[in-house]
Each structure stands twice: as structure tokens, then as C-alpha cells.
Nanobody
Framework: QVQLVESGGGLVQPGGSLRLSCSASGRIWSVFRMAWYRQAQGKQRELVASLTSRGIADYPESMKGRFTIAGDINNHMVWLSMDKLIPEDTAVYYC???????????????WGQGTQVTVSS
């Protein structure tokens, strides 16, 4: 099994910054991609940023500019830097990883438990 653990969430004032971390452990043969999603109360989970094992970062248009993903993907770690936070960024942020546990396995999707980010004065 693969476990993903997020850290770094908390309460931040509007305009502030926060950095989330995620680390995956367990039996991992290879990684294709790691990503951050978020889910605000009453809303669907949405992609914030992704990073492939080749180091290619991608962001949905709505997330460009204030979020930066970085990581040591081959060691199964990824970070999300968030700047100029606004109340609408309040959500549970989830780490996601697409891994193979064995050489001949298909890719499987794994999720962390999530970390709460609250932007409020």
C-alpha cells in the first residue's frame, strides 16, 4: 500500500502565504505524477497543480499565478507554495499521486487525508 501525508495547512490572513508539503511512502516501483487538489465546503474537488516525474508542472488556468508546485518526484515528495491567498482559497487540500507498486502494475491513484487551509482575518 502507498500512503501520502500532507502537512503545512493552517489559518492565514488574506494576502498571506503558505507552503504545503506531501510525502509518499510504502511500496512504490515508479511514479508518473504527483498533484495537489482542493475541495471547498459544498464544492467539487478541483485540481490545483500537478508535477510529472519529468519535472513538468501544469496548472489549470484559474490557478496560474498564485500557486507554485515543486518537488522531488522521484523521492515521492511534492510541495505547494501559495501566495496572495484570498478567502476563496479556503479548502481542504489533498495530495495525489499516480504510482506503480510493481513493475508490471497499472498506474493507481492514491490520496492523502488532506490538510485544511483557512484564509480569514
Amino acid at each position: 500500500q502507498v500512503q501520502l501525508v500532507e502537512s503545512g495547512g493552517g489559518l492565514v490572513q488574506p494576502g498571506g502565504s503558505l507552503r504545503l508539503s506531501c510525502s509518499a511512502s510504502g511500496r512504490i516501483w515508479s511514479v508518473f505524477r504527483m498533484a495537489w487538489y482542493r475541495q471547498a465546503q459544498g464544492k467539487q474537488r478541483e485540481l490545483v497543480a500537478s508535477l510529472t516525474s519529468r519535472g513538468i508542472a501544469d496548472y489549470p488556468e484559474s490557478m496560474k499565478g498564485r500557486f507554485t508546485i515543486a518537488g522531488d518526484i522521484n523521492n515521492h515528495m511534492v510541495w505547494l507554495s501559495m501566495d496572495k491567498l484570498i478567502p476563496e482559497d479556503t479548502a481542504v487540500y489533498y495530495c495525489n499521486g499516480e504510482f506503480r507498486q510493481h513493475e508490471m502494475d497499472a498506474l493507481n491513484n492514491y490520496w492523502g487525508q488532506g490538510t485544511q487551509v483557512t484564509v480569514s482575518s
